[in-house]
């Protein structure tokens, strides 16, 4: 069962900017594709950006994020620049399974919180 563990959350004001990371259990090379994922106050967890093994990049959150991986780190991360309040969630990376449902997902970390507030 693959472990993933997110960090790099916090609080921080509108406009300002965060970087979060995931680690695995497992080589991520192993790994046909990863994504961020959040899940925002009162809503359901939702894509926010995807990256396969070719490196091609999908946003499903347009304009301030950059997905990126370090495979000699092992590690996955998200560049969130201009943050907004709306974009205050819970943050999770995961395995991205497009043609499953994210509640049949599994592995879930803990998440890393990010709130954006004055």
């Known amino acids: 069962q693959v472990q993933f563990v997110e960090s790099g959350g916090g609080l921080v004001q509108p406009g300002g900017s965060l970087r979060l990371a995931c680690t695995t259990s497992t080589d991520i090379k192993r790994i046909y594709a990863m994504g961020w994922f959040r899940q925002r106050p009162g809503r359901q967890r939702e894509v926010v950006a995807t990256l396969n093994d070719s490196g091609r990049i999908n946003y499903e959150v347009p304009g301030r994020l950059t997905i990126s991986r370090d495979l000699a780190k092992n590690t996955l991360y998200l560049q969130m620049d201009s943050l907004k309040p709306e974009d205050t969630a819970v943050y999770y990376c995961?395995?991205?399974?497009?043609?499953?449902?994210?509640?049949?997902?599994?592995?879930w970390g803990q998440g890393t919180q990010v709130t954006v507030s004055a």
């Open positions: 995961n395995e991205y399974l497009p043609l499953t449902p994210l509640g049949d997902y599994r592995n």
